[in-house]
T-cell receptor
Framework: DAKTTQPPSMDCAEGRAANLPCNHS???????VYWYRQIHSQGPQYIIH???NNETNEMASLIITEDRKSSTLILPHATLRDTAVYYC???????????FGTGTRLQVFP | DAEITQSPRHKITETGRQVTLACHQT?????MFWYRQDLGHGLRLIHY???????NKGEVSDGYSVSRSNTEDLPLTLESAASSQTSVYFC????????????FGPGTRLTVL
């Protein structure tokens, strides 16, 4: 079973920041937080991951709380092409298995 | 550019037939994975491989098999297709070890009539 809880859906206006929350209250010390997204009918796409520090790349920022029990994915300036299902996944270090939940469906509107 | 491909992209077959879905990657990744995705659900792991001659069962492996004879390919076989195996199948690959990412193929939509 997935070890994360996400809201089933969210809306965001184009050009605004999209903040997608994820709860992972049972995360263990050797588990990373990963975010993937899946645009309609395509294969999932990696976005970002982190252990305990906040991370930023060209796609997004990841904010992990100090107790690591929750995190937030931030898309700083959402576009219509960011409409997708976003999956938050916790993954054990040194294994490559991903366990997907049902994710958050983000709808970006004009 | 390196890539991961799946074929066919669409397949219709009949109950009881054997079906093989191909997955090919050119990144020289050791790790490869097969997932299925059903309407309204996330991806579920079927089988995975950490290298040539290595295969492992995932959470929904019944009715499926894989073999790994080289680094580039991990074909998924449905020995006797069932209507419950109608789904979209995704293959993925990743480098060995630690927190590296998985790269997914475009998917194969399989319909079993």
């Amino acid at each position: 079973d997935a070890k994360t809880t996400q809201p089933p859906s969210m809306d965001c206006a184009e050009g605004r920041a999209a903040n997608l929350p994820c709860n992972h209250s049972t995360i263990s010390g050797n588990e990373y937080v990963y975010w993937y997204r899946q645009i309609h009918s395509q294969g999932p796409q990696y976005i970002i991951h982190g252990l305990k520090n906040n991370e930023t790349n060209e796609m997004a920022s990841l904010i992990i709380t100090e107790d690591r029990k929750s995190s937030t994915l931030i898309l700083p300036h959402a576009t219509l092409r960011d409409t997708a299902v976003y999956y938050c996944i916790v993954k054990i270090i040194n294994t490559d298995k991903l366990i997907f939940g049902t994710g958050t469906r983000l709808q970006v509107f004009p | 550019d390196a890539e991961i491909t799946q074929s066919p992209r669409h397949k219709i077959t009949e109950t009881g037939r054997q079906v093989t879905l191909a997955c090919h990657q050119t990144w020289n990744h050791n790790n490869m994975f097969w997932y299925r995705q059903d309407l309204g659900h996330g991806l579920r792991l079927i089988h995975y491989s950490y290298g040539v001659q290595d295969t492992n069962k995932g959470e929904v492996s019944d009715g499926y098999s894989v073999s790994r004879s080289n680094t580039e390919d991990l074909p998924l076989t449905l020995e006797s297709a069932a209507s419950s195996q109608t789904s979209v199948y995704f293959c993925a690959s990743a480098r060995t070890g630690s927190s590296d990412t998985q790269y997914f193929g475009p998917g194969t939509r399989l319909t079993v009539l």
